[in-house]
């Protein structure tokens, strides 16, 4: 069996598996990802070892899948309640399939930012909710890139595979998913980092790498026992790992001793810092300033100048905060929430309550809804 007889005939079977496995009661995008991913292992195991029933194989494949997603969702919604396993200190010894499939995902046939979609929803498994939430894109223009690249990668040759940039941005998404609570996914994330690392001598795979660890070790201490969130200044950092910390802060100066600065080197030393101080108030806010400068400069990105502006209050007064934030589209996520922080910093408390107020109503998730609603409800008391 050719290649080329390969292909057409995976073109001509696909939509027959497609309908064989919604007919056993998967949900068409559910079926749809799983026979995506029946066909990148076709590719992988045909060329050496063709089956004798193309079809049945690929049902078999595709429906076992469906089933392993399923079951990893129903996994992940039973870890919701409970904490994480913590990441293994060593590199794993081989790169298993899961990161494999995300090298094959992001084809070199697709956009950066296609790749990075199609993967987290066909082998990260988030949602297209939360994927456009992390593009900053309504979900609708996020199911439409989705569906173009699923077009694009089923008329494609899956042998190869595409570049490390898009790999490392996936795993950066994953990872912020999961540690945002919604999703438990950080973990995984982190130990697909570490394979990564572990075959790629890359100083932005250590920095991501280095970047998960510093935030995976405050993990512990960002919620009370009944879920609520627990700000940066106010966590006790005798909860935080210290080992993690420990790891993070030395894959993180060999990653910024070879001077080749990227993004995630920065973040990860904005994150150090923040590691660094025994008590909040001994933050070095001015050398965080200047790494958010670094950042501005590599990504340009409003998150990273949003995230800049409460550094500049903290450093250098809240009015100087508020000046920076003035300097941003008030329709950025969480502008609403900083603002509120910032004038509440300096003493302006109705407006910081009505704000608190006003960024409920637009928070990604329950908890930090519940959380602004509180700083609303305290300063409201304050002010009698």
Same mark, same amino acid.
């Given at each position: 069996m050719t290649a080329v007889l390969d292909e057409a005939l995976l073109r001509s079977l696909t939509p027959q598996v497609l309908g064989i496995l919604v007919r056993r009661g998967a949900d068409f995008a559910a079926a749809e990802d799983a026979v995506q991913e029946a066909l990148v292992e076709a590719w992988r195991v045909w060329r050496d070892d063709p089956p004798r029933d193309p079809k049945g194989w690929l049902v078999t494949v595709a429906w076992r899948k469906f089933l392993d997603v399923a079951r990893a969702d129903a996994a992940r919604r039973r870890r919701e309640d409970v904490l994480d396993d913590e990441p293994a200190p060593e590199p794993a010894a081989a790169v298993d399939d899961t990161l494999q499939l995300y090298f094959l995902c992001a084809h070199p046939?697709?956009?950066?930012?296609?790749?990075? @979609?199609?993967?987290?929803?066909?082998?990260g498994g988030l949602t297209t909710r939360q994927i456009a939430q992390a593009y900053l894109v309504p979900e609708s223009t996020m199911a439409q890139r989705i569906s173009r690249a699923k077009r694009t990668v089923s008329e494609v040759r899956f042998d190869q595979p595409g570049d490390v940039a898009t790999v490392?941005?996936?795993?950066?998404?994953? /990872?912020?998913? #999961?540690?945002?609570?919604?999703? !438990?996914? @950080?973990?995984?994330?982190?130990?697909?980092?570490?394979?990564? @690392?572990?075959?790629?001598? &890359?100083?932005?795979?250590? #920095?991501?790498?280095?970047?998960?660890?510093?935030? &995976?070790?405050?993990?512990?201490?960002?919620?009370?026992?009944d879920g609520r969130l627990v700000p940066l200044a106010e966590q006790d950092r005798g909860r935080w790992d210290t080992r993690l910390i420990a790891e993070g802060v030395e894959?993180?100066?060999?990653?910024?001793?070879? !001077?080749?600065?990227?993004? /995630?080197?920065?973040?990860? @030393?904005?994150?150090?810092?923040?590691?660094?101080?025994?008590?909040?108030?001994?933050?070095? *806010?001015?050398?965080?300033?200047? *790494?958010? !400068?670094?950042?501005?400069?590599?990504?340009?990105?409003?998150v990273v100048r949003l995230n800049r502006a409460v550094a500049v209050g903290a450093a250098d007064g809240p009015r100087a905060g508020l000046a920076a934030l003035a300097e941003l589209e008030d329709s950025l996520p969480r502008h609403t929430a900083v603002a509120a922080y910032l004038h509440e910093r300096d003493g302006d408390l109705s407006t910081a309550a009505r704000l608190y107020a006003e960024a409920a109503l637009h928070a990604p998730n329950l908890p930090e809804r519940e959380h602004l609603m509180r700083q609303a409800a305290r300063l409201n008391t304050e002010l009698g």
């Open positions: 046939s697709l956009t950066a930012s296609s790749a990075v @979609a199609l993967t987290l929803r066909a082998v490392v941005r996936v795993l950066y998404l994953v /990872f912020n998913e #999961g540690y945002s609570g919604d999703v !438990d996914l @950080a973990a995984e994330a982190i130990r697909l980092t570490r394979q990564l @690392a572990g075959v790629i001598d &890359h100083p932005e795979v250590a #920095g991501l790498l280095a970047l998960m660890l510093l935030h &995976h070790a405050r993990r512990a201490a960002r919620t009370t026992s894959v993180l100066q060999a990653a910024l001793a070879r !001077d080749r600065l990227g993004e /995630f080197q920065a973040q990860a @030393a904005i994150a150090a810092l923040h590691a660094d101080a025994p008590v909040a108030e001994e933050t070095d *806010w001015v050398q965080i300033v200047e *790494w958010y !400068d670094e950042l501005v400069q590599l990504t340009g990105s409003p």
